[in-house]
Protein backbone atom coordinates (compact mmCIF):
# COMPACT_ATOMS: atom_id res chain seq x y z
CA UNK A 1 0.00 0.00 0.00
CA UNK A 2 3.06 2.38 0.53
CA UNK A 3 4.27 1.85 -2.54
CA UNK A 4 0.98 2.76 -4.27
CA UNK A 5 0.80 5.62 -2.46
CA UNK A 6 4.25 7.09 -3.29
CA UNK A 7 3.63 6.16 -6.75
CA UNK A 8 -0.03 8.37 -6.38
CA UNK A 9 2.14 11.43 -5.30
CA UNK A 10 4.95 11.17 -7.44
CA UNK A 11 2.48 11.27 -10.61
CA UNK A 12 0.46 13.87 -8.99
CA UNK A 13 3.77 15.61 -8.61
CA UNK A 14 4.72 15.01 -12.41
CA UNK A 15 1.21 15.98 -13.58
CA UNK A 16 1.99 19.37 -12.17
CA UNK A 17 5.52 20.39 -13.81
CA UNK A 18 4.02 19.13 -16.79
CA UNK A 19 0.88 21.46 -16.34
CA UNK A 20 3.29 24.79 -15.41
CA UNK A 21 5.32 23.53 -18.68
CA UNK A 22 2.27 23.60 -20.68
CA UNK A 23 0.62 26.43 -19.24
CA UNK A 24 3.60 29.14 -18.69
CA UNK A 25 2.16 32.82 -17.44
CA UNK A 26 3.09 35.82 -19.83
CA UNK A 27 2.58 39.31 -19.59
CA UNK A 28 3.04 42.02 -22.53
CA UNK A 29 5.98 44.12 -22.13
CA UNK A 30 6.15 47.31 -24.04
CA UNK A 31 9.59 48.72 -24.90
CA UNK A 32 10.38 51.74 -23.23
CA UNK A 33 10.90 54.78 -25.25
CA UNK A 34 14.17 55.62 -26.80
CA UNK A 35 14.03 59.13 -26.81
CA UNK A 36 14.05 61.33 -23.45
CA UNK A 37 14.31 65.04 -23.37
CA UNK A 38 14.02 68.06 -21.25
CA UNK A 39 11.77 70.85 -22.09
CA UNK A 40 13.08 74.88 -21.55
CA UNK A 41 11.87 78.22 -22.34
CA UNK A 42 14.22 80.87 -23.37
CA UNK A 43 12.46 83.34 -25.01
CA UNK A 44 14.11 87.14 -24.26
CA UNK A 45 11.33 88.45 -22.12
CA UNK A 46 10.43 89.20 -18.32
CA UNK A 47 9.52 85.83 -15.75
CA UNK A 48 6.06 87.82 -15.31
CA UNK A 49 3.16 85.44 -14.84
CA UNK A 50 1.32 86.90 -18.28
CA UNK A 51 4.35 85.13 -19.55
CA UNK A 52 3.69 81.47 -18.10
CA UNK A 53 3.24 78.70 -20.49
CA UNK A 54 0.42 76.67 -18.85
CA UNK A 55 0.08 73.86 -20.67
CA UNK A 56 2.48 71.63 -22.64
CA UNK A 57 1.09 68.74 -24.94
CA UNK A 58 3.52 65.76 -26.86
CA UNK A 59 1.57 64.48 -29.33
CA UNK A 60 -1.68 65.71 -28.01
CA UNK A 61 -1.03 64.31 -24.90
CA UNK A 62 -1.09 66.67 -21.59
CA UNK A 63 2.61 66.17 -20.26
CA UNK A 64 2.48 69.55 -18.26
CA UNK A 65 -0.31 72.53 -16.57
CA UNK A 66 -0.66 74.88 -14.17
CA UNK A 67 -3.32 73.04 -12.57
CA UNK A 68 -0.52 69.95 -11.75
CA UNK A 69 2.44 72.92 -11.01
CA UNK A 70 3.93 72.21 -13.79
CA UNK A 71 3.97 75.61 -15.57
CA UNK A 72 6.88 76.97 -18.08
CA UNK A 73 8.46 79.88 -17.18
CA UNK A 74 10.81 81.91 -18.70
CA UNK A 75 14.38 80.86 -17.74
CA UNK A 76 13.18 77.71 -16.90
CA UNK A 77 12.49 74.13 -17.73
CA UNK A 78 10.53 71.27 -17.15
CA UNK A 79 10.10 68.37 -16.19
CA UNK A 80 12.07 69.10 -12.54
CA UNK A 81 15.52 68.84 -12.54
CA UNK A 82 17.53 65.77 -13.25
CA UNK A 83 14.25 64.33 -15.03
CA UNK A 84 13.06 63.81 -18.45
CA UNK A 85 10.21 63.55 -21.15
CA UNK A 86 10.25 60.66 -22.78
CA UNK A 87 8.64 60.43 -26.74
CA UNK A 88 9.66 57.36 -29.71
CA UNK A 89 12.34 59.02 -31.61
CA UNK A 90 11.54 60.78 -35.06
CA UNK A 91 9.19 63.32 -35.77
CA UNK A 92 7.07 64.60 -32.29
CA UNK A 93 4.51 67.43 -32.67
CA UNK A 94 4.83 69.84 -29.50
CA UNK A 95 2.14 72.36 -28.30
CA UNK A 96 2.35 75.42 -26.03
CA UNK A 97 -0.72 77.03 -24.10
CA UNK A 98 -1.06 80.29 -22.27
CA UNK A 99 -4.36 81.17 -20.63
CA UNK A 100 -6.26 78.44 -22.49
CA UNK A 101 -5.02 79.50 -25.86
CA UNK A 102 -2.42 78.16 -28.18
CA UNK A 103 0.71 80.41 -28.66
CA UNK A 104 3.17 78.15 -30.62
CA UNK A 105 2.96 74.74 -32.32
CA UNK A 106 6.06 72.85 -33.12
CA UNK A 107 7.29 69.71 -34.78
CA UNK A 108 10.32 68.39 -33.25
CA UNK A 109 12.83 65.84 -34.34
CA UNK A 110 14.05 63.52 -31.34
CA UNK A 111 17.22 60.97 -31.47
CA UNK A 112 17.38 58.04 -29.71
CA UNK A 113 19.00 59.04 -26.16
CA UNK A 114 18.94 62.25 -23.93
CA UNK A 115 18.50 65.94 -25.22
CA UNK A 116 17.31 69.49 -24.54
CA UNK A 117 14.68 70.96 -26.64
CA UNK A 118 15.05 74.83 -26.03
CA UNK A 119 12.28 77.16 -27.21
CA UNK A 120 13.53 80.92 -27.49
CA UNK A 121 10.67 81.95 -29.86
CA UNK A 122 7.06 81.18 -30.17
CA UNK A 123 7.76 81.90 -34.00
CA UNK A 124 11.56 80.15 -34.66
CA UNK A 125 12.17 76.14 -34.56
CA UNK A 126 12.91 75.11 -30.87
CA UNK A 127 16.86 74.75 -30.63
CA UNK A 128 17.95 71.04 -30.19
CA UNK A 129 20.77 70.05 -28.18
CA UNK A 130 22.18 66.38 -27.22
CA UNK A 131 22.39 66.09 -23.62
CA UNK A 132 26.08 64.74 -23.33
CA UNK A 133 24.44 61.17 -22.34
CA UNK A 134 26.26 58.91 -21.02
CA UNK A 135 27.62 60.88 -18.60
CA UNK A 136 31.56 60.62 -18.08
CA UNK A 137 32.90 58.76 -14.91
CA UNK A 138 36.24 57.61 -15.29
CA UNK A 139 37.74 55.06 -12.97
CA UNK A 140 41.57 55.91 -13.48
CA UNK A 141 43.61 58.96 -13.42
CA UNK A 142 45.22 60.90 -10.68
CA UNK A 143 44.22 61.73 -7.30
CA UNK A 144 42.72 64.87 -8.96
CA UNK A 145 41.34 63.12 -11.58
CA UNK A 146 39.12 60.50 -10.35
CA UNK A 147 35.35 60.63 -10.44
CA UNK A 148 33.66 59.80 -6.90
CA UNK A 149 36.87 60.93 -5.09
CA UNK A 150 38.53 64.15 -5.18
CA UNK A 151 36.45 64.67 -7.60
CA UNK A 152 34.17 66.01 -10.11
CA UNK A 153 31.57 66.81 -11.60
CA UNK A 154 30.09 67.96 -15.58
CA UNK A 155 29.42 70.76 -17.43
CA UNK A 156 27.86 72.03 -20.85
CA UNK A 157 26.93 75.37 -21.66
CA UNK A 158 24.78 76.44 -24.24
CA UNK A 159 24.40 79.83 -26.16
CA UNK A 160 21.34 81.11 -26.15
CA UNK A 161 22.13 85.12 -25.66
CA UNK A 162 20.13 87.63 -27.50
CA UNK A 163 21.91 90.95 -28.24
CA UNK A 164 19.18 93.09 -28.00
CA UNK A 165 16.04 90.95 -27.81
CA UNK A 166 15.04 90.31 -31.59
CA UNK A 167 18.32 89.05 -32.76
CA UNK A 168 20.49 86.40 -31.66
CA UNK A 169 24.40 87.64 -30.15
CA UNK A 170 26.27 87.12 -33.67
CA UNK A 171 29.31 86.02 -32.30
CA UNK A 172 30.94 82.78 -30.50
CA UNK A 173 31.33 82.44 -26.66
CA UNK A 174 33.83 80.66 -24.89
CA UNK A 175 33.04 79.46 -21.17
CA UNK A 176 35.50 79.68 -18.80
CA UNK A 177 35.76 78.40 -14.73
CA UNK A 178 38.52 78.76 -12.75
CA UNK A 179 40.13 75.70 -11.19
CA UNK A 180 40.02 75.75 -7.45
CA UNK A 181 43.70 75.59 -6.54
CA UNK A 182 45.62 77.06 -9.38
CA UNK A 183 43.22 79.48 -10.20
CA UNK A 184 43.98 79.36 -13.56
CA UNK A 185 40.86 79.79 -16.11
CA UNK A 186 39.98 76.27 -18.02
CA UNK A 187 37.85 76.40 -21.31
CA UNK A 188 34.73 74.30 -21.18
CA UNK A 189 34.66 72.77 -24.50
CA UNK A 190 35.14 75.18 -27.44
CA UNK A 191 33.54 78.69 -28.18
CA UNK A 192 30.05 77.92 -29.42
CA UNK A 193 27.65 80.01 -31.76
CA UNK A 194 23.81 80.81 -30.58
CA UNK A 195 22.24 77.62 -30.65
CA UNK A 196 25.26 75.57 -29.97
CA UNK A 197 26.62 73.25 -27.13
CA UNK A 198 29.90 72.96 -26.07
CA UNK A 199 30.99 68.88 -25.41
CA UNK A 200 30.22 68.04 -21.67
CA UNK A 201 33.46 69.29 -19.45
CA UNK A 202 34.89 67.97 -16.48
CA UNK A 203 35.27 70.50 -13.61
CA UNK A 204 37.50 69.98 -10.28
CA UNK A 205 34.90 69.87 -6.67
CA UNK A 206 36.91 70.07 -4.13
CA UNK A 207 35.16 68.63 -0.94
CA UNK A 208 34.65 71.40 2.17
CA UNK A 209 33.24 68.97 4.42
CA UNK A 210 34.65 65.45 4.39
CA UNK A 211 32.17 63.36 5.41
CA UNK A 212 29.23 64.20 2.66
CA UNK A 213 28.83 63.88 -0.99
CA UNK A 214 30.71 67.36 -1.72
CA UNK A 215 29.82 70.30 -2.93
CA UNK A 216 31.21 74.09 -3.18
CA UNK A 217 31.37 77.19 -5.15
CA UNK A 218 32.83 77.39 -9.09
CA UNK A 219 33.66 80.84 -10.45
CA UNK A 220 32.90 81.47 -14.58
CA UNK A 221 33.87 84.02 -16.93
CA UNK A 222 32.84 84.15 -20.73
CA UNK A 223 35.18 85.54 -23.36
CA UNK A 224 34.06 87.12 -26.59
CA UNK A 225 34.90 86.24 -30.28
CA UNK A 226 37.94 88.59 -29.95
CA UNK A 227 39.18 86.41 -26.82
CA UNK A 228 38.28 89.63 -24.79
CA UNK A 229 35.93 88.68 -21.84
CA UNK A 230 32.33 89.20 -22.52
CA UNK A 231 30.32 92.91 -21.86
CA UNK A 232 27.00 93.02 -20.34
CA UNK A 233 24.28 95.55 -20.06
CA UNK A 234 22.56 96.05 -16.68
CA UNK A 235 19.30 97.09 -15.50
CA UNK A 236 20.19 100.52 -16.75
CA UNK A 237 22.13 99.71 -20.03
CA UNK A 238 25.64 99.91 -18.05
CA UNK A 239 28.38 97.44 -19.57
CA UNK A 240 30.40 95.59 -17.75
CA UNK A 241 32.60 92.32 -17.51
CA UNK A 242 30.27 89.24 -17.22
CA UNK A 243 30.98 87.01 -14.37
CA UNK A 244 29.32 84.73 -11.71
CA UNK A 245 29.50 81.70 -9.89
CA UNK A 246 27.88 78.66 -8.93
CA UNK A 247 27.91 75.53 -6.59
CA UNK A 248 28.79 72.05 -7.91
CA UNK A 249 28.10 68.82 -6.32
CA UNK A 250 30.65 65.49 -6.68
CA UNK A 251 28.99 63.43 -9.55
CA UNK A 252 26.36 65.71 -10.91
CA UNK A 253 26.24 66.67 -14.48
CA UNK A 254 24.80 69.98 -15.54
CA UNK A 255 23.45 72.24 -18.09
CA UNK A 256 24.59 76.04 -18.17
CA UNK A 257 22.48 78.03 -20.79
CA UNK A 258 23.64 81.79 -21.16
CA UNK A 259 19.87 83.51 -22.14
CA UNK A 260 18.86 87.14 -22.41
CA UNK A 261 19.76 90.73 -23.86
CA UNK A 262 23.85 91.56 -23.72
CA UNK A 263 22.76 94.87 -23.99
CA UNK A 264 20.30 94.97 -21.07
CA UNK A 265 18.56 98.29 -20.30
CA UNK A 266 15.71 99.35 -22.80
CA UNK A 267 16.27 96.24 -24.55
CA UNK A 268 14.77 94.12 -22.28
CA UNK A 269 15.96 91.31 -19.38
CA UNK A 270 19.63 91.32 -18.69
CA UNK A 271 21.60 88.04 -19.85
CA UNK A 272 22.22 85.44 -17.12
CA UNK A 273 22.99 81.25 -16.80
CA UNK A 274 20.06 79.15 -15.88
CA UNK A 275 21.65 75.84 -14.49
CA UNK A 276 19.86 72.84 -15.10
CA UNK A 277 20.94 69.25 -13.94
CA UNK A 278 20.85 66.45 -15.83
CA UNK A 279 22.17 64.01 -13.39
Not at 90 to 109: P, S
Not at 129 to 152: A, E, F, I, M, R
Amino acid sequence: MKFIKYLTYSLALMLMVVSCEKHEITYPVEEAPAAEFQLHYFEPIKNEAKHYIDSVFLNNKLIANADGGAQLLPNGGLPSTSKFYSAQPGMNNLKLYRKGEKVAEFDINLNKGKQNVIVHSLVDDPIIVDNGYPYPHKTTGDNTSLWGTDSLASIMFVNVLYEDGVKPYEGKLQYQWQHFRTKEWMNIGEPVAFGEATARTEVLVVKETLVSQGARRIDYRILDENGEELMVGSTTGKLSKYSDWWTATIGRSYIHFFRGNRLGGSYGPVCGVTTWASL
